[in-house]
């Protein structure tokens, strides 16, 4: 069964400092693993998709197969990346299931 | 032009209670969703139809049955509101093949 394991409920940085949001997952078949945020009271939104290898909002992740690892990283916060970070997984026909989040806190 | 929209956004009843959130998306998705999130922030995948057809229901209560008139609308009713499915309930579309979910604003549902 596929699980994504967010070991971190709450993380605090300070502005300017580089962020890591830690990820692993098991998985039973080729999953395609996501980075999704969600700021105060709104809705979820696609951050990052490992196929698209994109960086948005500075924010990069590299999926590492040999670890079953997706973390999110990004090498200065700001106060606006304040939000609630979810690693997905999707793999065939089952739907996204999401890890328990992290709660970002930047610091002023 | 909103691409997956929940109505209402807060809905707040007595214990005991019937009620209904609706969901519909205008991207031509061919699969929808429910989730749950809980007061922890928790987010649970409660059903998911493609093409009109249940194709998961995880271990939700029965209290709960998903509609789905159209590929563009899944509605959600609940029967029997216990104070336990106080949450905010979101609705998500996606492609089959493209794994991409939109998701919709969400509904804050409370049970009193």
């Known amino acids: 069964a596929q699980r994504v394991t967010q070991p971190e409920k709450l993380l605090s940085v300070f502005k300017g400092a580089p962020v890591e949001l830690k990820c692993n997952y098991s998985y039973s078949g080729s999953p395609e693993l996501f980075w999704y945020v969600q700021y105060s009271r709104q809705r979820l939104q696609l951050l990052l998709r490992h196929i698209s290898r994109e960086s948005i909002k500075g924010f990069t992740a590299d999926l590492n197969k040999g670890e079953t690892s997706f973390h999110l990283k990004k090498p200065f916060a700001q106060e606006e990346d304040s939000a609630m970070y979810y690693c997905a997984l999707v793999s065939g026909n089952t739907p996204l299931v999401f890890g328990k989040g992290t709660r970002l806190s930047v610091i002023a | 032009d909103t691409a997956v929209s929940q109505t209402p956004k807060y809905l707040v009843t007595q214990m005991g209670n019937d009620k209904s959130i609706k969901c519909e998306q205008n991207?031509?998705?061919?699969?929808m969703y429910w989730y749950k999130q809980d007061s922890k922030k928790f987010l649970k995948i409660m059903f998911s139809y493609n093409n009109k057809e249940l194709i998961i229901n995880e271990t939700v209560p029965n209290r709960f049955s998903p509609k789905s008139p159209d590929k563009a609308h899944l509605n959600l009713h609940i029967n029997s509101l216990e104070l336990g499915d106080s949450a905010v309930y979101f609705c998500a579309s996606s492609q089959r093949g493209a794994n991409g979910y939109t998701f919709g604003s969400g509904t804050r549902l409370t049970v009193v």
């Open positions: 991207l031509g998705h061919d699969t």
